[in-house]
């Protein structure tokens, strides 16, 4: 149970006799946010200095987020819109009270004033702070009070059941579990969704491919293996008709020919071959035809069974198997009659479609329903949020989908804000660049499992550089594979979303400074160091003043911005920023130890000073979706650990 609540705070920094200048404010955390207690005592004396209010004051106190910028920063137009910068830094630097409780005298720097803690109180305030929060420091709801939490839906992952788990599919099932931990951190109540692209003409092109290429036998041995290379074949089959339509179409622009003769042509083309066939098999899905439909589900079964599989071994799940083929004829309809009601949408050729330009796009057309009467991508999923708001009345959605859908989100977005505004104010489409060489390297026909396989496999080579750290964290199996998944998270997770994906499993096996197994790596030293030795933070004034020393200090330092960090990602949502911070930690932990060289004598206050590093460790490691591979059962290597 946690000692540090409103007046466990209050007392502590008595205490440090400190109280007088940490005033209330209502914009401070200072239960969650340790760097709040600074920001507010900041905030009230620039107030005082500058003569501006202190809530002001305190909006525009920065956070650097590199301590050797300061840990907090006050761009001077800010708190003074019209001050000359460098008269009022001279001025605030003279006028700072030299004893101050909480910090050392400002530096100027440019239009920023840099603020640095007073290396005496931050031992003695982060130490208890941290371990008192343990798994909670870093999350976002003030413990004191029961917010009601607000309901989030993500979906993310949603690959489609006829072809391969793509790159852009991977990068969406981690950045959306990201996503995910990050609102339940907040105190938000998440439903992880995936939305299968299980319906269409893919499916019935598979269909009309099963009975030309399906094997029952192929199909028993390895079921979705058989199904992607049935695919892949009548793809290929495909392929010349399909380049006969586009050609047609190509030339129909350049010569500028009649719509309606072009129109007929094409459809003269897809009365026959595989494309009569595949719109014949669609319809009878569509109408329920009892063959395809079995066919649709046995498909669609055993896809799901092997992504299944894939999710478990990443340690993701989902709450709710969705797909494009759930989406109820009945919804759509009344998706459709509201466009109608509206004036927003209008038949031409026998499709149903919006005119973009009528709700203030400057181009296109967004189909509803084809000429063949069949819904869309489009009609669907603006269905689905209707079925999705009903089912989990969400305060807020977000689909985690690559870039390659951002015309039809925007198109979506739009005819939704038009339909209902205040439903359509809780979307957000989380994008990121779609390109990826998951699928040149992992070559045709390869499962979802495969991703897995070829990073723990790439876990066997690790160089020699990083052979001692390698033997710390032990050798065997479970771990090897542990050190892959890790090394694979991280790799996505510290990509900019709007860089390509970058699967790359020759970088996979490395130590280097923020990567997967490297965090574990130190995360393991921790659990090391610690063993055998009791940590309290009944600490002596000895012991804090140990913690006083500069590169302890500063390793408290950082670990005092975790929270920040964590707020931050929160509103970028852009989880590269975690990585780069734990880099940060573990690089700090190492000029700790290093000095530590020779004879390693863990002190009480050490003890706790590893403690806190290896709560906030733990607590990144896990909202990044790593399991510390020293939580795995096994035997650990008896190789000592390596400095
Ligand atoms: N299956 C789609 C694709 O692979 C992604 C689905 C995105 N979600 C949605 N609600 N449209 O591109």
Not at 11 to 26: A, C, D, H, K, N
Not at 187 to 203: N, S
């Amino acid at each position: 149970m946690s000692t540090l609540n409103t007046s466990g705070l209050a007392q502590l920094l008595e205490g440090l006799s400190v109280i007088e200048s940490t005033p209330p404010f209502s914009d401070a955390h200072v239960l969650v946010n340790p760097l709040d207690v600074w920001r507010s005592a900041l905030a009230d004396l620039l107030a005082r200095l500058v003569g501006c209010e202190s809530s002001d004051a305190f909006k525009a106190i920065q956070w650097p987020n590199n301590i050797f910028n300061g840990d907090l920063s006050v761009p001077l137009p800010k708190v003074s819109p019209r001050c000359k910068p460098a008269e009022l830094s001279s001025k605030l630097i003279n006028e700072f009270p030299k004893d101050h409780s909480l910090f050392d005298p400002p530096l100027p720097d440019g239009v920023h004033l840099r603020f640095f803690l007073k290396l005496d109180i931050v031992p003695r305030l982060l130490i208890p702070y941290v371990l008192d929060r343990e798994h909670t420091y870093g999350m976002g709801s003030e413990l004191d009070t029961v917010e009601s939490s607000k309901k989030l839906v993500v979906e993310s992952s949603s690959p489609n059941i006829t072809n391969e788990f793509q790159g852009k599919h991977l990068r969406s099932t981690v950045t959306g579990a990201f996503v995910a931990r990050l609102y339940e951190n907040k105190g938000w109540e998440v439903t992880r969704m995936t939305y299968l692209g299980d319906w269409g003409k893919p499916i019935a092109l598979l269909y009309v491919g099963w009975g030309k290429f399906g094997s029952e036998e192929a199909y028993q041995a390895d079921p979705v293996g058989h199904l992607l290379d049935v695919y892949h074949k009548i793809e290929e089959a495909f392929q010349p008709e399909q380049a006969a339509t586009r050609e047609i179409r190509d030339k129909a622009v350049k010569e500028n020919r009649d719509e309606a003769e072009v129109q007929l042509e094409m459809e003269a083309l897809e009365n026959q071959g595989i494309f009569a066939e595949r719109n014949d098999a669609f319809k009878k899905l569509e109408d329920g035809d009892e063959t395809l439909v079995a066919f649709w589900k046995r498909v669609r079964e055993a896809v799901i069974d092997d992504y299944q599989k894939f999710y478990d071994r990443l340690g993701i799940r989902f709450d709710d198997y969705s797909g494009e083929s759930e989406v109820k004829a009945e919804t759509m309809a009344e998706v459709e009659q509201v466009l109608k009601d509206k004036g927003l949408s209008e038949e031409s050729a026998g499709a149903w479609m919006v005119d973009m330009t009528k709700l203030g796009a400057r181009a296109g057309h967004a189909i509803i329903r084809d000429r063949g009467g069949s819904s869309t991508y489009l009609l669907r999923d603006l269905a689905a949020v209707l079925e999705r708001s009903r089912k989990y009345s969400f305060d807020k959605m977000i689909y985690v989908v690559a870039s390659d859908n951002s015309v039809h989100f925007t198109q979506m977005f739009k005819i939704l804000e038009a339909m209902d505004p205040e439903l359509e104010k809780k979307l957000q489409h989380v994008k990121f660049n779609d390109a990826s060489k998951m699928a040149a390297t992992l070559g045709k026909g390869y499962k979802p499992e495969a991703i897995l396989d070829k990073c723990e496999e790439a876990m066997s080579s690790l160089p020699d550089v990083d052979a001692d750290k390698a033997a710390a964290v032990g050798k065997s199996d479970i771990i090897l594979k542990g050190l892959g998944t890790s090394a694979l998270l991280v790799q996505e997770l510290s990509t900019r979303s709007a860089s390509a994906h970058a699967f790359d499993t020759k970088a996979l096996p490395s130590f280097k400074l923020g990567s997967g197994p490297d965090l574990q790596y130190w995360y393991t030293k921790l659990v090391t160091l610690l063993t055998d030795h009791a940590v309290t933070t009944a600490l002596s004034d000895e012991d804090f003043e140990a913690l006083t020393e500069d590169d302890r200090a500063n390793l408290l330092r950082v670990l005092a911005q975790y929270p920040e960090v964590v707020n931050a990602t929160f509103h970028s949502l852009e989880p590269s920023g975690i990585v780069t911070y734990l880099a940060s930690v573990t690089e700090q932990l190492s000029d700790c130890l290093d000095e530590e060289e020779g004879e390693m004598i863990v002190t009480p206050g050490f003890a706790a000073l590893l403690e806190a590093t290896r709560i906030v460790l733990r607590n990144g490691m896990k909202l990044l979706g790593m399991v510390p591979v020293s939580d795995l059962p096994q035997e650990r290597a008896d190789t000592p650990v390596a400095g």
